[in-house]
């Protein structure tokens, strides 16, 4: 059976997201060595950031927030201002950053639009995720973006319904098995895992036991392949 509708992650998909995080979390590390060590701080930071997922969503801003938090939970009184400040800078930093493609993205994804319908898939703050995609100069490239507050079945049904195509011929890659994979195949669609450095634990979770829908590439360029011994 064909695939029609070929929906993509974007984040550390289509281009590098985590190293930015990974950069902004030893920053903080860094900061906060005078009042904790750095299996402390990360502790503490994955911990705050799942708290406040539920209040904040997912995104830049909501992790300068969170490392806002944690410098205050760790620093206590003794915290100096100039760690808010600096704390500030490197959500700006992170919030600035120029997008750097994946390798061969755009021959990827000419390959893909000759397979089906593409669809940009992400979550995180709509403000930067819209910037993100008009830095990158891929946004032509796409029939529909879908920037959504949250990665559930639901979410992909929905999605799936307004593109009026059967899930059993859609498509979903992208670099989490929690939000991009388990989701996507709930919701009756194939998904392929992309795996890549420096994963966020928040996104981690079992691959699939039923695996005839699924599954885990080295890079998006072996996914048109993928979908050539689906048809
Ligand atoms: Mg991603």
Redesign the pocket.
Known sequence: MPIDLICL?????LWH?MRFFDRAEQAIVAMLEPFADAGLTREAMARTEGRNLSLYGYGAKSFTLSMIEVALELGGDDLPVSAVRDILAAGRDLLAHPVELLEDIEATLTALAARGRLVLVTKGDLFHQEAKLAASGLGERFAAVEIVSDKSAETFERLFARHGVDPARAMMA???MRS?VLPALTAGAWAAFIPQPLAWSHEVAEAPADAARFRQLSTLAELPGWIDSIG
């Open positions: 992650d974007a984040d550390d998909t997201n992208g670099d989490s991009d």
